[in-house]
């Protein structure tokens, strides 16, 4: 199950991907925001890296304006690694070299088009395991501690 938040600047976009989400079978939970009236995004971000990070969810999809706010917050939350993606190789790079689990988009800045093929790209691209990989991630990761 992956959760799919947003804040106003991204509910158009995460409308369209949860329709997306939906043809292709893939159960996810969406924990908001409900309408484009203005809210606060680290408020929909930080509860879903908290899910991702407590096991509720196997990753998380974040949308903002530009997505930098929603990763920046989700990023606060030990155990999440959200990386902000405009490209479809920056999607699959992610996953392979940084396993991330979190992924956010800007709902302003790329089409929602662009944003399916992303989304698309990195829900099925494995983390490589390959050790050296591996081994930046515990890098990373101890830098919660």
């Not at 893939?26 to 899910?51: H, T």
């Not at 490209?87 to 991330?100: F, I, K, P, V």
């Not at 050296?132 to 830098?143: D, F, N, S, T």
Request: glycine share 12%.
């Amino acid at each position: 199950m992956i959760a799919i938040a947003s804040d106003h600047g991204g509910f158009a976009m995460k409308q369209f991907l949860m329709q997306r989400l939906a043809d292709k079978g893939i159960p996810f939970e969406d924990l908001g925001c409900y309408s484009e009236d203005s809210v606060d995004y680290p408020v929909y971000g930080v509860k879903a890296a908290r899910g991702v990070a407590d096991g509720a969810y196997e990753r998380a999809v974040l949308i903002c304006g530009t997505g930098i706010g929603m990763s920046m917050a989700a990023n606060k939350v030990p155990g999440v690694r959200a990386a902000l993606c405009a490209d479809c190789y920056s999607a699959q790079a992610t996953r392979e070299h940084n396993d991330s689990n979190v992924l956010c988009l800007g709902g302003r800045t790329i089409g929602p088009e662009l944003a399916w093929k992303i989304l698309d790209i990195w829900l099925t691209t494995p983390f490589s395991g390959l050790e050296k990989h591996a081994r930046r991630i515990g890098m990373v990761m101890e830098l919660d501690d």
